[in-house]
């Protein structure tokens, strides 16, 4: 089990990066949804006027 | 020769299985990849004597330089396109890959050091190999800066020009671990004469890890143009609304 803490770090180094990568993406692609969503009503109510 | 070719055929039949898919099936199949090849590497694959244990770091490292050549190949293929149609789906492809490619660049970078520690016994040497996959990385961290938020054709043009120069950094790298005595060892996967330098149970698991990083960069890729795409369509329909209210 030498250098067992090399592989270690590597592995969960790869894994933490790729996990906040994808949940960055995630929470971002929502919050633009639901802008879009709010920015789409708002214009509807515009053109209903 | 042939070798090369299976593989050339088996990375490019990614784009046509992620046509087919759906997000949640795509995102089911990439999971359970990922896991196989996690229980491959630690459970089947053989431990390396010489390097002992550190060298299942091998797995993830090279899947994830085979990746970040992928996602730049695709950057300078839809940079072209985006020059020659000017469509903004090329540049969304582009801009999209280049920001994934630089994240798997970073990988590559953090867990090449880790593996050349113990090794080496070195973190880094400033040899070709090493210096040149900086360079790439630092001229995709210089294309994504150029692409900050707004989205402007002049610079989107700009960074098409970076993101097809940049790529010639790619078979740079290739030809230096190839041909330049480095600290880098030579390709182990396909050797010259199209021999490869693994074992059979080593091979199945780097072919398994692939294909899960692979699944992964188009799961990426999938949700990162989905935010270019929405945030296009925020400053179109913002755009609308302001005249609308000024009218």
Same mark, same amino acid.
């Given at each position: 089990?030498?250098?067992?803490?090399?592989?270690?770090?590597?592995?969960?180094?790869?894994? *933490?990066?790729?996990?906040?990568?994808?949940?960055?993406?995630?929470?971002?692609?929502?919050?633009?949804?639901?802008?879009?969503?709010?920015?789409?009503?708002?214009?509807?109510?515009?053109? *209903?006027? | 020769?042939?070798?090369?070719?299976?593989?050339?055929?088996?990375?490019?039949?990614?784009?046509?299985?992620?046509?087919?898919?759906?997000?949640?099936?795509?995102?089911?199949?990439?999971?359970?990849?990922?896991?196989?090849?996690?229980?491959?590497?630690?459970? @089947?694959?053989?431990?390396?004597?010489?390097? =002992?244990?550190?060298?299942?770091?091998?797995?993830?490292?090279?899947?994830?330089?085979?990746?970040?050549?992928?996602?730049?190949?695709?950057?300078?293929?839809?940079?072209?396109? @985006?020059?020659?149609?000017?469509?903004?789906?090329?540049?969304?492809?582009?801009? !999209?890959?280049?920001?994934?490619?630089?994240?798997?660049?970073?990988?590559?970078?953090?867990?090449?050091?880790?593996?050349?520690?113990?090794?080496?016994?070195?973190?880094?040497?400033?040899?070709?190999?090493?210096?040149?996959?900086?360079?790439?990385?630092?001229?995709?961290?210089?294309?994504?800066?150029?692409?900050?938020?707004?989205?402007?054709?002049?610079?989107?043009?700009?960074?098409?020009?970076?993101?097809?120069?940049?790529?010639?950094?790619?078979?740079?790298?290739?030809? !230096?671990?190839?041909?330049?005595?480095?600290?880098?060892?030579?390709?182990?996967?396909?050797?010259? =004469?199209?021999?490869?330098?693994?074992?059979?149970?080593?091979?199945?698991?780097?072919?398994?890890?692939?294909?899960?990083?692979?699944?992964?960069?188009?799961?990426?890729?999938?949700?990162?143009?989905?935010?270019?795409? !929405?945030?296009?369509?925020?400053?179109?329909?913002?755009?609308?609304?302001?005249?609308?209210?000024?009218?």
């Amino acid at each position: 089990m030498k250098n067992f803490w090399y592989l270690f770090a590597a592995y969960s180094i790869i894994w *933490t990066a790729l996990c906040v990568y994808m949940i960055r993406l995630s929470q971002k692609n929502k919050e633009l949804q639901v802008e879009l969503r709010n920015l789409r009503a708002q214009l509807e109510r515009i053109l *209903t006027k | 020769m042939q070798k090369w070719w299976t593989i050339m055929l088996f990375v490019m039949a990614f784009p046509c299985i992620y046509l087919c898919m759906n997000r949640v099936f795509h995102a089911t199949v990439m999971c359970i990849t990922m896991n196989v090849a996690i229980m491959l590497i630690f459970l @089947y694959a053989p431990t390396e004597k010489m390097q =002992g244990i550190v060298q299942k770091i091998f797995y993830f490292h090279v899947s994830s330089a085979i990746t970040m050549f992928f996602a730049f190949f695709l950057v300078c293929v839809a940079s072209i396109m @985006y020059l020659w149609k000017n469509s903004d789906w090329w540049d969304t492809i582009a801009l !999209s890959a280049a920001e994934i490619g630089v994240v798997f660049c970073t990988l590559v970078l953090i867990t090449g050091p880790l593996w050349a520690r113990p090794i080496w016994g070195t973190w880094w040497s400033w040899d070709p190999t090493l210096t040149l996959t900086l360079v790439l990385w630092l001229i995709y961290v210089a294309y994504l800066m150029l692409r900050i938020e707004t989205y402007d054709p002049k610079r989107a043009r700009f960074a098409a020009i970076l993101g097809i120069i940049g790529f010639v950094d790619v078979p740079l790298i290739r030809w !230096s671990v190839e041909k330049w005595r480095t600290l880098h060892p030579k390709p182990v996967l396909i050797q010259e =004469g199209g021999t490869t330098g693994l074992t059979s149970a080593m091979l199945l698991t780097f072919l398994v890890c692939l294909v899960a990083f692979l699944l992964l960069f188009f799961y990426l890729l999938r949700e990162r143009m989905s935010v270019v795409q !929405s945030r296009h369509a925020l400053e179109v329909l913002r755009h609308d609304i302001d005249e609308l209210c000024v009218g």
